[in-house]
């Protein structure tokens, strides 16, 4: 299971998704520190393929944790090779392009 939160702010969709047991947690690794703050992700408990439908229609995301970021990149909206791991937890984020 995953917590998906969606904000809504001047016409763009902000996914917010983290794996279940990942939720409250804080990682470092040399300089870099990724905080999973209830406040931020903590919405919504749904099942991974959830995700699909809520990634179409974000304009922007921030993936935490491996169920997460491993649909996203079968999904095609994460390249595999940006993805950053913090004390082995992967972190994403996508933003969507319109021209």
């Not at 990942?22 to 919405?43: A, S």
Request: hydrophobic share 40%.
């Amino acid at each position: 299971m995953i917590y998906i939160k969606v904000y809504r702010v001047q016409g763009e969709v902000l996914l917010a998704a983290c794996d279940e047991e990942l939720l409250g947690k804080t990682f470092r690794e040399g300089e870099l520190k990724l905080e999973v703050k209830e406040r931020f992700y903590k919405g919504e408990l749904v099942e991974e393929d959830a995700l699909e439908s809520l990634l179409e229609e974000a304009t922007i995301a921030n993936l935490t944790g491996e169920r997460c970021v491993r649909k996203a990149i079968e999904l095609g909206y994460v390249d595999e090779d940006r993805v950053l791991r913090i004390q082995g937890i992967p972190h994403a984020q996508m933003a969507k392009m319109f021209l």
